[in-house]
């Protein structure tokens, strides 16, 4: 269980925490040039400038990397995965990855060892929200989400049951 009272005065806390090193830094910066108090200010900022350009930049390779290596091979990884452990065939419908694998967790009619994999990757899935990883968690639902379509396809077309009466039929008859 997590209280978001107390993750958001962690982040406080952390964000104050890593401002020390900078502030050492701004201060040294100050004091060796005789730059005085706008020397540590600009030094201050200047540091966060650079972090955040960093952090672009960081970000833009990521998803460069991911959009024309990684996505192809991770999504056959995840496919590879579904099939070599027999996981059962999608719904029609789904509303995300946790939704899949929430149902085979659910449903008693499967094997336990399938169910026990399925609430695995919910696990992987969940810490990787609650890790702050944001872009991997997105990237992995993204290639799991490719990698189930693809999965469903493999079972060929599905079947309708032609026999059943429409719901739309006119009430004039």
């Not at 452990?85 to 094997?111: A, G, L, T, W």
Request: proline share 2%; charged share 30%.
């Amino acid at each position: 269980m997590q209280f978001q009272s107390k993750r958001n005065r962690n982040l406080i806390v952390s964000t104050l925490y890593n401002l020390i090193p900078d502030a050492i830094i701004a201060l040294a910066t100050a004091l060796i040039t005789d730059g005085g108090f706008w020397m540590f200010v600009g030094v201050m900022v200047g540091l966060q400038i650079l972090y955040l350009a960093i952090t672009i930049k960081d970000a833009l390779w990521l998803w460069a990397f991911y959009k024309f290596k990684g996505k192809k091979e991770t999504t056959q990884y995840y496919y590879d995965y579904l099939v070599d452990n027999n996981f059962p065939r999608p719904d029609e419908y789904h509303s995300d990855v946790n939704d899949y694998f929430s149902v085979i967790v659910d449903d008693e009619k499967q094997k336990s060892e399938i169910r026990l994999k399925a609430a695995f990757e919910l696990g992987s899935l969940a810490y990787l929200a609650s890790s702050g990883a944001m872009t991997k968690h997105m990237q992995t639902g993204i290639c799991f989400e490719d990698a189930i379509e693809r999965y469903d396809r493999s079972f060929g077309p599905r079947e309708y049951d032609d026999d059943k009466e429409d719901d739309y039929e006119d009430d004039d008859e």
